[in-house]
């Protein structure tokens, strides 16, 4: 047996070696179709399928299955992010947890430079930093490369700032140096001491852009934000959970404690106005939810995209695998009489089969191997889309071990695919026809399948051009959308004072100093400052609590801005005025709102003059619109 397949094989390879043009050619079309196939499934593999590099995965879960990053006050119907002081009721009252972890939603930007001796730096550079509880490490299971991670000793008020450093950032951005561990580091303005490296390879607990260079822990949050903290703020919620089950515990009976537990805490915190704010709070709700797989923002985020392009890539693959069984088949027509002479030597018709499989099969096998190239290349590309402007994506582009099985897999099954008609072709050589001379009716037979194939083609081929040309219909109408603003001429830079840290008293100064300097600049028609820029997929949410409707809270979304901005923007005003040199920190609050906020909330009325606030009933009069 063994010796048929090395004869098989040696004649395949001799077969195609004198048909270059062929060979290559069939090679380089399955490179394409296995590459993209390939490439899809490498992030298939690193967004849902893969877990995170921890202890135990699967007794992983979370209190929670939403993306509400990163500050929500108010209620929430799926509740996934917690005030720190609901997470220690939770992590109190919940025995179904061996341990549960808080950490921030969403790791923000910070600046860090090195303090005292020759590596000290002088200015500071963007890293991004990340608060967590004192046992987020060791709920994942996970040991230091160096030094130490953080302890449950180190989340406590009044412990010795640390924090641990990602080894990725301490491999790029400091040469592994082990001077590192212990030294101390300026963070916003504020020392800390490096406690550890993280081991490689942990980029945090969710899979997404710039993940964590540096954690720290909860209890040094009022330390780095000072007046800004929200530690103790029961009204804003900040902290994703994430906890260890212990052996045979009830995920259905976790869930319903979690949602007596978070009624609970909200009856004693902050406990229902009226019936209308009573009912928002029986509507909201905890999903426990499997999390060895993190926080799994960009499965939910691309799941359903992932799935359409590995159907589009398989229907790609497909019309490959048409294309050249026609090939094939061709080839076949040409080499009737070869094959004629053949069957009457006495060939067995399973062994030319075989042949022609085999043949199919090694073709197969060299398109998957160029395609590896493919797709590393093709996946690499699609990283730096999905993740266009981050300075890192933890996505690994080279083939891991399941990626290269997938590609195997690939390969074996479409030789097999396109090998098929061409070997049922060749079992059906009639060697007294061809040696008659009748090569018409031997050709005439194979055209049946080589038809159908040509229909499965067009099919197939109909399918994606009409749904490219859907797509471009869709990319166009996106594109030409008006969004309220008009970003022609409008250019975003991003600033951020406390970088170079500045003390937080003259950090106001210094901004009203850049917006003057911007507005210098020749060209410039105008310029003004906002906390988040339109469309940049982030804002600040939090309750708000209406004068004419004290027992509701709603939690919209909002923006902090300077005078000129909705003229900076090009966004028209249909009532009232925009913000102007009025507005001081001394006079009365004011506040804009669009019409989708006037619409829902003052519906059939004029929504100038109207108040809110935002928080507790007791600020519900504090902005005027």
């Known amino acids: ?152 000793s180190d989340d406590q008020p009044g412990a010795a700032p640390v924090a641990v450093m990602s080894y990725r950032a301490w491999e790029q951005h400091y040469g592994a140096d082990p001077a590192v561990i212990g030294a101390a580091f300026v963070v916003d303005g504020a020392p800390v001491t490096i406690a550890g490296i993280a081991p490689p390879g942990f980029f945090g607990d969710t899979l997404g852009p710039n993940p964590p260079d540096f954690w720290l822990p909860l209890a040094t949050e009022p330390y780095i934000r000072k007046r800004n903290s929200l530690l103790d703020r029961t009204d804003q919620h900040w902290l994703y959970i994430i906890g260890r089950i212990k052996p045979g515990a009830s995920t259905a009976a976790l869930e319903s404690r979690a949602n007596v537990e978070l009624r609970q805490w909200f009856l004693e915190n902050d406990p229902p106005a009226n019936d209308a704010a009573r009912r928002d709070m029986e509507r909201q709700h905890i999903v426990v939810a499997a999390a060895g797989g993190g926080v799994a923002l960009m499965k939910q985020h691309y799941e359903h995209d992932l799935r359409l392009l590995m159907a589009i890539t398989g229907l790609v693959l497909l019309i490959a695998c048409a294309n050249l069984a026609n090939l094939q088949l061709a080839r076949g027509t040409a080499n009737a009489g070869q094959m004629s002479i053949r069957v009457a030597l006495g060939a067995q018709r399973a062994r030319l089969v075989r042949q022609t499989l085999t043949e199919s099969l090694v073709l197969a096998v060299m398109g998957g191997a160029a395609g590896l190239l493919v797709a590393t290349e093709l996946a690499r590309f699609l990283i730096g889309l999905a993740f266009h402007g981050a300075n890192y994506a933890p996505i690994d582009p080279t083939p891991s071990l399941p990626v290269l099985g997938f590609a195997f897999l690939l390969s074996l099954i479409t030789g097999a695919v396109f090998g098929i008609a061409p070997a049922w072709s060749a079992s059906r050589a009639d060697p007294a026809a061809t040696l008659r001379g009748a090569g018409r009716s031997a050709a005439s037979r194979s055209t ?101 409707q004290p027992g509701r809270q709603f939690s919209p979304v909002w923006d902090r801005v300077s005078p000129a901005f909705f003229d900076t923007i090009g966004a028209r005003i249909l009532q009232g005025r925009g913000f102007d040199e009025r507005d001081t920190p001394d006079a009365p609050q004011v506040a804009a709102v669009n019409q989708a906020f006037a619409g829902e909330y003052f519906p059939n009325q004029n929504p100038l003059g109207k108040r809110f606030g935002l928080g507790a009933t007791a600020h519900r009069a504090d902005y005027q619109m």
């Open 1 to 152: 047996m063994f010796d048929g397949v090395s004869k098989d094989l040696r004649f395949a390879f001799r077969q195609l070696a004198q048909s270059k043009g062929f060979t290559l050619t069939a090679v380089l079309t399955l490179a394409l179709g296995i590459g993209a196939n390939t490439a899809i499934f490498t992030l298939v593999d690193a967004v849902m399928l893969r877990s995170l590099q921890v202890a135990d995965p699967p007794r992983l879960y979370r209190l929670g299955d939403d993306d509400n990053c990163c500050v929500i006050g108010g209620t929430q119907s799926h509740f996934s992010i917690y005030a720190y002081p609901l997470y220690v009721y939770l992590r109190d009252h919940t025995p179904e947890f061996e341990q549960m972890a808080a950490f921030q939603g969403g790791p923000s930007r910070v600046g860090v430079r090195r303090q005292g001796g020759a590596a000290a730096g002088i200015t500071s550079v963007p890293f991004t930093d990340q608060f967590v509880s004192g046992n987020y490490f060791s709920m994942f299971g996970l040991r230091p490369f160096a030094g130490r991670l953080l302890a449950p």
């Open 448 to 548: 049946l399948p080589q038809r159908s194939l040509v229909v499965l083609q067009a099919a197939v081929s109909l399918v994606l051009l009409a749904g490219a040309g859907l797509m471009v219909e869709t990319f166009g109408n996106l594109a030409s959308q008006f969004f309220g603003f008009l970003p022609q001429g409008r250019m975003v830079a991003k600033v951020n004072a406390g970088f170079s840290s500045y003390a937080p008293e003259k950090i106001a100064a210094i901004y009203r100093d850049v917006e003057r300097q911007l507005k210098e600049i020749p060209g410039v028609r105008n310029a003004s400052l906002s906390l988040y820029s339109p469309m940049s997929g982030n804002n600040w949410q939090s309750g708000v609590t209406l004068e004419s």
